[in-house]
């Protein structure tokens, strides 16, 4: 009891001084770091989590830094966290939410994604010749580029099915339009798709390693998310105390307690 109320008094009076370290974006990963720690691949979501652990941890131990006059009982909260810049930021550059893994992942993915953005561009290219072209006016349903299973398409009228070659890959529910994939695109269409597949396959490599990585510090992270969330509920006791401008019990030699009473609505 004596500690628990010492570590109250300690974060109330940080409260006063510092105000409240930053508990954001600490979230349990420890079903997580148990699948990367049996090789799992972890998806970014789960990365994007452990990275939060990590940032907290960084935040409270830069707030621990602010730290003045005699020591408390927390300093040894504080001074058993872990910091791990360099994986934090590894995941933070790798994956940009969780939706989106970044270009600069891997020198590997950018090249890919180069050549992802000069196939689609070719293909484009062809195909805006098409639409522009006075010859295929009669031809085609709209000017217009669309995508069809992911391949680039124009829309061509159904009397017209033979005028523009190409692979049909879709038809209006009216039946009156065909979407066609004209000859000329198909190879980049082709070398788009195979690009994909290369980036799907870098993309697994990239969650793998930070995977990897992560488990290599499973034990650090678990703990630290321990001691934050243990700190979480001590400055919360604090936060509660300051508000209701409480005073601590005087715990008498015999075991008996005397409560000065401050009076207070909810005390009353």
Known sequence: ??????????AKERLGLHGSPSFSGVKDVSAALTRADHG?????????????????SRRVVD????????ETVLDRLFTSLHTNKYLEEQIRSAILD???????????LADIRRKMRLAASKGRQILQRIIS???????????????????FVVPVKAECKGSL?????DVSSSGATLFVEPMGVVQANNE?????????????????ALSGEAASFSRDILWDYDILVHLD????????????NAMRPEIKKDGSVYLRHARHPLLD
């Open 1 to 10: 009891v004596l500690r628990l109320l010492d570590e109250t008094d300690a």
């Open 40 to 56: 799992g691949m972890l998806n970014t979501r789960e990365l994007l989590d452990i990275a939060g652990v990590l940032t907290a």
């Open 63 to 70: 707030y621990d830094a602010q730290r003045q006059g005699e």
């Open 98 to 108: 969780e939706e989106t893994i970044a270009d600069t992942a891997s020198s590997e």
């Open 133 to 151: 072209s006075p010859s295929y006016a009669k031809v085609l349903q709209e000017a217009l580029i669309t995508q069809r299973d992911g391949r």
């Open 165 to 169: 070659p190409g692979l049909v890959h």
């Open 192 to 208: 788009l798709k195979e690009l994909e597949a290369k980036e799907e396959k870098e993309i697994d490599r990239i969650l793998y």
């Open 233 to 244: 509920l001590i400055f919360a006791r604090g936060e509660l105390s300051y508000r209701m």
